[in-house]
């Protein structure tokens, strides 16, 4: 019973940490991504959303954690994926994973047949999780919760490695969504091909690639202005390829 216990423990507390890019990582990505809708795309998912924006949606995931009713889509932010393997190799988590449900969600989107209500929902999570998957924790290695169980300081302050990705080099800057997506730059139109002719997996991958370059930390834990000077270039690029990339999916499905 209580190995029971331990266990949900640990999956509540990588649940209520694990929220890629805080609000205003998310936000910017919707909004690149519609900069990068074709007319009808941009069209159809303003009638799809009811006329909210895709900036609006795109933490509404995050939302949802506090209502039981979604307690279905907590695993579908995050999968694990060890050093040496790939995606294929891995035992998949029976409640779904990032990658499962991305794929499941653009094919289910493009097949349409859905009610009014499934389709909006179902298009919430797809920007939501585009937005995870860039997120290099989200892709984790075994055993540390996808940085979360990796304690350190921020600036003198109690944070932990998924925290300081997630938000912390981001509200270091100080800036808001729309700042953050103007900061990231814009990306050149053989940048978008480039970025649009990969796929899923490949995103993840690149996630799995940074791991060297995110666990780069010093001994005693204390992260600051190096730190960030190493990695937010990193961080601007992952935001910029997910909003590029989420509108390329968009308009396969609604272009």
């Known amino acids: 019973m209580k190995k029971i ?11 209520s940490q694990a929220m890629a890019w805080g609000q205003n990582g998310h936000r910017a990505v919707g909004l690149i991504a519609e900069q990068h809708l074709s007319k009808k795309a941009k069209k159809k998912i303003n009638k799809v959303l009811a ?27 995050w999968v694990t994926v060890p050093g040496g393997m790939k995606y294929e190799q891995t035992e998949k988590n029976p409640n779904g994973d990032i990658i499962m449900k991305i794929e499941e969600l653009v094919t289910v989107l493009k097949a349409g047949n859905l009610t009014a209500q499934q389709e909006e929902e179902y ?9 995870d998957l860039h997120q290099p924790l989200h892709v984790g290695k075994e055993g540390d919760m996808g940085g979360n169980a990796v304690k350190l300081q921020w600036f003198g302050q109690n944070s932990n490695l998924h925290r300081v990705w997630d938000s912390d080099m981001i509200d270091g800057k100080n800036l808001s969504f729309t700042e953050l ?16 002719s990969t796929g899923v997996r490949d995103w993840a991958y690149e996630s799995v690639q940074l791991r060297e370059q995110v666990y780069n930390i010093p001994e005693d834990g204390r992260l600051g202005y190096r730190y960030s ?27």
């Open 5 to 15: 216990v331990c266990i949900l423990l640990f999956i509540s507390l990588f649940v």
């Open 51 to 77: 006329d909210n924006s895709l900036a609006e949606v795109s933490v509404w995931m995050d939302d949802i954690k506090s209502d039981a009713a979604y307690n279905h889509t907590h695993d579908w932010h």
């Open 123 to 131: 298009l919430k999570y797809l920007v939501h999780l585009v937005g």
């Open 181 to 196: 997506a103007r900061f990231v730059g814009t990306p050149s139109k053989d940048q978008v091909k480039n970025w649009q």
């Open 229 to 255: 000077y190493d990695n937010f270039s990193t961080v601007e690029q992952r935001i910029l390829q997910a909003g590029v990339r989420l509108a390329g999916l968009l308009n396969q499905i609604y272009g």
